[in-house]
């Protein structure tokens, strides 16, 4: 290893780093977008029902029954 070595760091990381130095509240406002869709109180029951009303698909969908 050389005297002067320096660890090898992409641009994509580069421009992350710099992206969340020029704005700081950008992991704040992406935790609050996933709430409003994704991190919701799920209803087990409701889960439940919807799984057994769940009609079963055929191997392909296309072909008719004859």
Do not use: C, N
Not at 55 to 64: A, E, I, N
Request: glycine share 4%.
């Amino acid at each position: 290893m050389p005297l002067f070595w320096k660890p090898y760091k992409s641009e994509l990381t580069s421009f992350i780093e710099d992206l969340k130095a020029r704005k700081p509240t950008l992991e704040a406002e992406q935790r609050a977008g996933r709430a409003l869709l994704w991190d919701r109180p799920q209803d087990r029951r409701q889960l439940a029902e919807w799984r057994e009303a769940k009609v079963p698909q055929q191997g392909y969908v296309y072909q008719s029954g004859h």
